[in-house]
């Protein structure tokens, strides 16, 4: 009993050690008014279509895909005979 509550000791001492050091290692973030507690750096930005086509993904069936004209801000790209991706200027 007592070598495993040593070795609880010997944990929380570790890990109080790496909460007061760990700060003081890790870079400071860039300060946005854009950024918020859950961003961090393990993805890179999002950035938008180059051009907005206004067109989306239509068709019959899974098979006869294609791109198609329609009113709201969407860029359309085919890839392939049966492939289309789609999403929002």
Request: a positive charge; charged letters at 10%.
């Given at each position: ?65 294609s791109c ?22």
């Amino acid at each position: 009993m007592k070598t495993a509550a040593r070795f609880a000791v010997r944990f929380l001492v570790l890990l109080a050690l790496v909460r007061v050091v760990l700060p003081l290692v890790a870079p400071a973030p860039a300060h946005s008014p854009y950024s918020s507690a859950l961003t961090t750096g393990a993805f890179g930005q999002a950035y938008a279509a180059a051009y907005c086509n206004n067109k989306a993904c239509v068709g019959g069936s899974r098979f006869n895909l294609s791109c198609g004209q329609i009113d709201t801000p969407y860029h359309c790209e085919k890839f392939g005979r049966n492939l289309c991706s789609q999403g929002p200027c």
